[in-house]
């Protein structure tokens, strides 16, 4: 089992849709949570990390959920530029280890 | 600031041979790492470094070597190129090697062929 499991999608979606993302992990010690966005064929890059009490940055919204190990992120109002491949990243085993999901592929078509 | 940046962008090698890929940033980022990235299974790390003349291995580091001698470059070599190394590597730094919440600032990335 990954230690870090994704849906590859990919999710298609309009213009203005609503869309959510789940991960799940199997690192109950894990301590840090991240969603990163890569482009194609570009490096990661943080989108955003999440808390316990999830977080809101604009139209994304990332929620955790330990007891369940699992996490998710919403993303609303989609847009064109939104079309990339969004990683699910946590720590595991030291600090800055970090562990990534194989991604979910998002489509938003006009 | 450059950020991190990683030499060469592509390069094709012949089985047995062996190359060094360069990582340096200009951050003075305490922490760096080396990902591989292939279809279907996500960033790996190969070996990481949290501080100069500090190294440690991570997921599969087999078939690499590094060394940090200085805080702001951290190369990783292929001591005798096979095609299973056919991959892109990311180059990865951040700030602190305590707080995991710092983010990974990563170069461009590194695309390698072993024929």
């Known amino acids: 089992r990954k230690e870090v499991e994704q849906d590859p999608g990919p999710f298609n979606v309009p213009e203005g849709a609503t869309v959510a993302f789940n991960c799940t992990y199997s690192?109950?010690?894990?301590?840090?949570f991240f969603w990163y966005r890569q482009d194609c064929r570009k490096e990661p890059k943080l989108l955003m990390s999440v808390y316990s009490s999830g977080n809101e940055d604009g139209r994304f919204t990332a929620q955790l959920n330990r007891a369940s190990q699992y996490i998710s992120l919403l993303i609303r109002d989609s847009k064109l530029s939104d079309s990339a491949t969004y990683l699910c990243v946590v720590t595991s085993g030291g600090f800055q280890k970090l562990v990534f999901g194989t991604g979910t592929r998002l489509l938003v078509s006009p | 600031n450059a950020g991190v940046t990683q030499t060469p962008k592509f390069q094709v090698l012949k089985t047995g041979q062996s190359m060094t890929l360069q990582c340096a940033q200009d951050?003075?980022?305490?922490?760096m790492s080396w990902y591989r990235q292939d279809p279907g299974m996500g960033l790996r790390l190969i070996h990481y470094?949290?501080?100069?003349?500090?190294?440690d291995q991570g997921e599969v580091p087999n078939g690499y070597n590094v060394s940090r001698s200085t805080t702001e470059d951290f190369p990783l070599r292929l001591l005798s190129a096979a095609p299973s190394q056919t991959s892109v590597y990311f180059c990865?730094?951040?700030?602190?090697?305590?707080?995991?919440?710092?983010?990974?600032?990563f170069g461009d990335g590194t695309r390698l062929s072993i024929l």
């Open positions: 690192n109950s010690a894990s301590q840090s």
């Open positions: 470094s949290v501080g100069a003349g500090i190294t």
């Open positions: 951050m003075n980022h305490e922490y």
């Open positions: 990865a730094s951040s700030y602190s090697r305590t707080n995991s919440n710092q983010p990974q600032h």
